[in-house]
T-cell receptor, first 113, second 112 residues
Framework: EAGVVQSPRYKIIEKKQPVAFWCNPI?????LYWYLQNLGQGPELLIR????????DSQLPKDRFSAERLKGVDSTLKIQPAELGDSAVYLC???????????FGEGSRLTVL | GQQLNQSPQSMFIQEGEDVSMNCTSS?????WLWYKQDPGEGPVLLIA?????ELTSNGRLTAQFGITRKDSFLNISASIPSDVGIYFC????????????FGTGTLLAVQP
């Protein structure tokens, strides 16, 4: 069974440019998460989806971040415009329900210059 | 954002030694989980605990859900070089809150 797939693995952009990350969860997992991981820290939730519905986006900086999960499968996370402080790893995870047992992708490492 | 306190922050040990790390919170959790993250990878679930006082093993790993529901412990016996990585605890609130919070991580280095 394929795991959570994320792309791109690495992205380098200049500040004020837009960037988008894509995630394909494990087949059949209705819950999808986007996490932010800064260097030396644990993952912090940005947004959680149950199917197509964003059930927890309280930590998503909505002035510049947006996310969507069309048809309840793949998801895209966008940042526009990017700032220097957005340099981090963006992790996508999925789970069959919400038990805390998450399956993570390899992450997308963003560097903003 | 909120993160749980893990200790120690890092450990440098010899192969074959036993390892202990813990995680504490000011809040009560319904579930405690332990993940391991290798460099350049996403975290991988090691152990999940669902009941206060529960003790669960996965090979050389043993984890416990604290009686107060505010802490959890992870022990690794007879460490090997592939145990190297960052270990994260995570606590899940139940009920309407229903959030998962990760710890700050414990970096483990094992010298052969």
């Amino acid at each position: 069974e394929a795991g959570v797939v994320q792309s791109p693995r690495y992205k380098i952009i200049e500040k004020k440019q837009p960037v988008a990350f894509w995630c394909n969860p494990i087949s059949g997992h209705n819950t999808l998460y986007w996490y932010l991981q800064n260097l030396g820290q644990g993952p912090e939730l940005l947004i959680r989806y149950e199917n197509e519905e964003a059930v927890d986006d309280s930590q998503l900086p909505k002035d510049r971040f947006s996310a969507e999960r069309l048809k309840g499968v793949d998801s895209t996370l966008k940042i526009q415009p990017a700032e220097l402080g957005d340099s981090a790893v963006y992790l996508c995870a999925s789970s069959p329900g919400f038990t805390g047992e998450l399956f993570f992708g390899e992450g997308s490492r963003l560097t903003v210059l | 954002g909120q993160q749980l306190n893990q200790s120690p922050q890092s450990m440098f040990i010899q192969e074959g030694e036993d390892v202990s790390m813990n995680c504490t919170s000011s809040s009560i959790f319904n579930t405690w989980l332990w993940y391991k993250q290798d460099p350049g990878e996403g975290p991988v679930l090691l152990i999940a605990l669902y009941k206060a006082g529960e003790l669960t093993s996965n090979g050389r790993l043993t984890a416990q859900f604290g009686i107060t529901r505010k802490d959890s412990f992870l022990n690794i016996s007879a460490s090997i070089p592939s145990d190297v990585g960052i270990y994260f605890c995570a606590g899940r609130y139940g009920g309407a809150t229903n959030k998962l919070i990760f710890g700050t991580g414990t970096l483990l280095a094992v010298q052969p």
